[in-house]
């Protein structure tokens, strides 16, 4: 088993097990995405990667992470998003875009930023989950092939998660019924044939954190279909630093985990991706930074192992 054999899902598949994950690069408007994201993501596309996740995109004004986020809270932001998608498409690459909330996180300077999960009331998260639902209907107008919901790395979902920072009193004091009503409503208005990805970590409890991780997943299972394994709650492990740094949380969430497992985190190299992969460790490999120095990393691999798939303007560098 290689990163070069197709991946094949019921709701997604791919023409290999590469992915690039969704990288912040701040560099929207209102929102709104322009020609430096068609160049950028464009250039992963040309790289010959199987799955490309578009950076984190914002359910509401101002849940925007800050003001170079992307958004998909208005009509108008589907527009460039679909021709993105409609060029990356043309490539042969499958296309996600990562739905989130910033809430305490988010570094607008003025807005109604959420600083507190225990304050917000039960019509609070309602409206909340209605804005998913709408962000999901316009990704998938814009035609993108997966949503993936951002569930860790301390924002507003994580939040509801992490037992050290959820103290609620109400039902939502269950990350699993906070979680289930959010997805079903994403579900709404997401097409059932189209794949829904859950980015979520370990690490939300003091105890043991996988098993923790593991319950969650088992209890929303019929409601996602791909799971990528990230950092977690408030107090985030390992400094993002190391090589595949966050390979032994994705084995463990793994093992008891119903569904395909994408493992992300410090994997440069083409040889441990293929061990990774071989072992069963994970199913799809995330590869971020080393993407971002050398777009044309697969084309790499290519040349270690058949050249033939190459694109062909591109393969008089690669002789």
Not at 206 to 213: G, K, Q, Y
Not at 290 to 312: A, Q
Request: aromatic share 8%; net charge neutral.
């Amino acid at each position: 088993m290689n990163l070069m054999q197709p991946f094949v899902s019921e709701k997604l598949t791919l023409k290999n097990k590469l992915v690039y994950p969704p990288v912040r690069i701040k560099r929207a408007a209102d929102g709104y995405a322009n020609y430096f994201h068609l160049a950028h993501y464009m250039s992963f596309a040309v790289g010959q990667v199987g799955l490309i996740i578009m950076e984190e995109c914002a359910v509401t004004a101002d849940g925007r992470l800050g003001s170079g986020a992307l958004g998909l809270y208005e009509g108008g932001h589907v527009t460039m998003l679909a021709q993105i998608v409609a060029m990356l498409q043309n490539e042969g690459s499958k296309v996600a875009i990562q739905l989130n909330h910033a809430g305490s996180k988010s570094r607008l300077e003025s807005g109604n930023i959420i600083q507190d999960i225990n304050a917000l009331t039960a019509e609070d998260i309602t409206a909340l989950f209605d804005c998913y639902t709408h962000a999901a209907a316009r990704a998938d107008k814009a035609g993108f092939d997966a949503v993936e919901i951002m569930a860790s790395h301390e924002f507003l979902i994580s939040q509801f998660i992490d037992r050290r920072t959820n103290q609620r009193s109400d039902k939502y004091a269950d990350p699993v019924i906070f979680l289930t009503e959010l997805l079903t409503a994403v579900r709404k208005s997401w097409p059932e044939d189209k794949a829904v990805i859950l980015r979520i970590g370990t690490r939300y409890c003091e105890e043991d954190s996988i098993s923790f991780t593991q319950k969650i997943l088992r209890n929303i299972n019929p409601l996602i279909d791909i799971v990528h394994i990230s950092n977690g709650g408030s107090q985030m492990h390992g400094t993002n630093k190391g090589v595949a740094y966050q390979l032994e949380d994705t084995k463990g969430v793994k093992k008891g985990c119903e569904k395909p497992v994408i493992v992300v985190g410090g994997i440069r190299d083409h040889q441990l991706a293929d061990e990774i992969l071989e072992h069963q460790y994970a199913d799809l490999i995330a590869v971020g930074r080393g993407l971002l120095r050398n777009p044309n990393w697969y084309l790499e691999y290519l040349l270690k192992y058949d050249r033939k798939l190459i694109p062909r303007p591109y393969i008089r560098a690669f002789r």
